[in-house]
C-alpha cells in the first residue's frame, strides 16, 4: 500500500477509512441508546434493572 492511499474497513454496506469506524461506531450507539433503554424497560417490565 502507498503512503498516499488509506486504510479501509466495512461500516454497514460502506467502505470507510479505518481512522473514522471508531467515531462513526459511537455516533450509531449514542443516536439509538436512549431509546433502547426505553424498548428494554418495556419488555422486560424494568426486570433487567
Do not use: C
Request: hydrophobic share 35%.
Amino acid at each position: 500500500m502507498s503512503p498516499t492511499e488509506k486504510r479501509t474497513t466495512h461500516f454497514g454496506y460502506q467502505e470507510v477509512p479505518v481512522d473514522e469506524k471508531a467515531s462513526r461506531v459511537a455516533d450509531v450507539f449514542h443516536s439509538v441508546a436512549a431509546r433502547y433503554d426505553v424498548m428494554n424497560d418495556l419488555m422486560s417490565m424494568g426486570i433487567h434493572r
